[in-house]
T-cell receptor, first 113, second 112 residues
């Protein structure tokens, strides 16, 4: 059964701690994306990766880091430098030449107190 | 930059047709238009995509005029389960931070 998985569904952290959000896909997609969504807001691109070992910053990359060591995996680390990390984080993937056809994971809701 | 603009919210009665428009005045030649549906605390789900004129599938139609500066998602005979937020996306390959633009979303509420 193909798809994108994100874990965990809910994550709680203390301020000042780094936290890594998992994203795995078995769709054989080259491109993967991370978005942030705040209550009542749209999707804002954090990072994008077109192929393994390559990634580009999105609109709001400050305070975040990513890695892409495997095609299937694109973890996002929320660092202590991110001033307002509490949000809903969405991972997506697509065929490399079709960024308009993105498949989304179920999301991770991160709460930092 | 192909900034996208949508109405913040819309209400409709059950059984009616709903049209949601997205403006993208600076759309580029290679940009495609896609619409997604999102329920609370879930990831967006692909509804329909197009480049120009009209596209129809089993759940919706997408109308794109000749100048492509806007697009309209049409949902026929909505039901309560269509209550969700609808996003338009303008994007082109190769994807990148400057080639991918989500609208701010339109919250559709279907009233019994």
């Amino acid at each position: 059964d193909g798809g994108i998985t994100q874990s965990p569904k809910y994550l709680f952290r203390k301020e000042g701690q780094n936290v890594t959000l998992s994203c795995e896909q078995n769709l054989n997609h080259d491109a993967m994306y991370w978005y942030r969504q705040d209550p009542g807001q749209g999707l804002r691109l954090i990072y994008y990766s077109q192929i393994v070992n390559d990634f580009q910053k999105g609109d709001i990359a400050e305070g975040y880091s990513v890695s892409r060591e495997k095609k299937e995996s694109f973890p996002l680390t929320v660092t202590s430098a991110q001033k307002n990390p509490t949000a809903f984080y969405l991972c997506a993937s697509s065929i490399g030449q079709k960024p308009n056809e993105q498949y989304f994971g179920p999301g991770t809701r991160l709460t930092v107190t | 930059l192909a900034k996208t603009t949508q109405p913040i919210s819309m209400d409709s009665y059950e059984g009616q047709e709903v049209n949601i428009t997205c403006s993208h005045n600076n759309i580029a030649t290679n940009d495609y238009i896609t619409w997604y549906q999102q329920f609370p605390s879930q990831g967006p789900r692909f509804i329909i995509q197009g480049y120009k004129t009209k596209v129809t599938n089993e759940v919706a139609s997408l109308f794109i005029p000749a100048d492509r500066k806007s697009s309209t998602l049409s949902l026929p005979r909505v039901s309560l389960s269509d209550t969700a937020v609808y996003y338009c996306l303008v994007a082109r390959a190769p994807a990148g931070a400057n080639n991918l633009f989500f609208g701010t979303g339109t919250r559709l509420t279907v009233i019994p």
